[in-house]
């Protein structure tokens, strides 16, 4: 018995040292790429709260970077709250436990690799009907001729009201407060549902605002948007982001086009409007790296060369897809 503690007493050493490695390891610092077109990928709140705690962050980012990749979209504010503490939203502590900044070391750690943070405000003006906001400020809802607040399975803020107006632009001075970042990301959850009425003016003003509202807080910073096509971003959804882009109010276009074949991409690429929106921001291609039957990493790589051929970088939603099916040795180098 006092033996077999003695061994137990060793490996408890050799374990407490190799976590000790394990958790102080960095992996080393690159410097920026420079790419002619963008190379970047999405990476949802989940997976950047995951590699945070398992302190595995500074070595999938080193990784992208040795990839060729030059930019990240982390997910900070979603359907499980945000990835930062925030005066105007709930956090999940089981995401954000106190003391604890994911977003932080997300931006600092992807600074270390030479690539470029931006902050997806991912879910926009949508909300779940179960959120704390949606309870709260039911006043805040758009409701359609019927009276309906659920649309798609979730209710809609108001872009028109000042309130909300506070609202978002609070959140996105939480965001900013890490001084280093690239810029924001809004996507086409920017939006709403055409079967509130016609809100485009509105949306469009709400905009105008941030717009105005990062800048003087940082004229550095870019204001990204990941859209549908134009068209149907406009009918179905009131995003009229093209004219967006006309006035100055948005900064990068990456167009989300989630389809099966590289002929699917380029038909859907036609008359998008990002041959237009070209002219005046940078524009990439948002390609779907999903979890579907269809997806393979040949797939993927012949729609990537698609978008290329067309002279536009890309961005790949998301890395978890990607990756965690194909471990890091799997990963895209395109």
């Not at 359907?79 to 502590?93: A, C, E, I, V």
């Not at 940078?282 to 393979?296: C, E, I, K, T």
Request: hydrophobic residues 40%; proline residues 6%; glycine residues 6%.
């Amino acid at each position: 018995m006092v033996k077999f503690s003695k061994y137990l007493k060793r490996f408890g050493i050799v374990a407490g040292v190799a976590f000790l490695l394990l958790v102080t390891h960095r992996a080393a610092p690159r410097k920026a790429v420079e790419n002619e077109q963008m190379k970047g990928v999405w990476l949802t709140n989940i997976g950047t709260i995951l590699l945070h705690h398992t302190t595995s962050l500074d070595e999938v980012l080193n990784h992208l970077s040795r990839s060729g990749y030059d930019r990240v979209y982390f997910s900070v504010y979603g359907f499980r709250g945000t990835l930062y503490p925030t005066s105007q939203r709930p956090t999940n502590w089981l995401f954000v436990p106190p003391l604890s900044n994911p977003w932080r070391a997300a931006v600092k750690e992807s600074l270390r690799q030479g690539l470029k943070p931006f902050a997806w405000f991912e879910y926009g003006l949508m909300l779940s009907p179960k959120d704390p906001i949606a309870k709260k400020h039911p006043d805040w809802l758009l409701k359609t001729p019927a009276g309906k607040t659920v649309v798609e399975t979730n209710v809609w803020l108001d872009p028109a009201n000042p309130q909300v107006q506070a609202y978002l632009l609070g959140n996105m001075e939480d965001i900013l407060k890490e001084k280093d970042l690239a810029g924001i990301q809004l996507d086409d959850h920017w939006a709403v549902p055409r079967v509130f009425g016609n809100k485009s003016q509105a949306l469009t003003n709400l905009t105008r605002k941030l717009h105005d509202h990062v800048k003087a807080i940082n004229p550095k910073l870019v204001v990204s948007l990941s859209p549908n096509p134009h068209s149907f971003a406009v009918n179905k959804y009131n995003q009229n982001w093209l004219a967006w882009v006309r006035q100055g109010i948005v900064d990068e276009v990456v167009l989300q086009i989630y389809r099966k074949t590289p002929n699917q991409v380029a038909a859907s690429l036609s008359g998008s409007g990002l041959a237009t929106a070209s002219r005046y921001v940078p524009v990439g291609v948002g390609l779907y790296a999903g979890w579907n039957p269809d997806f393979s990493l040949k797939g993927l790589q012949a729609q990537v060369r698609t978008v290329e051929q067309q002279g536009y970088g890309y961005s790949l939603f998301c890395w978890e897809f990607v990756v965690m099916r194909h471990l890091f040795n799997h990963i895209p180098r395109f």
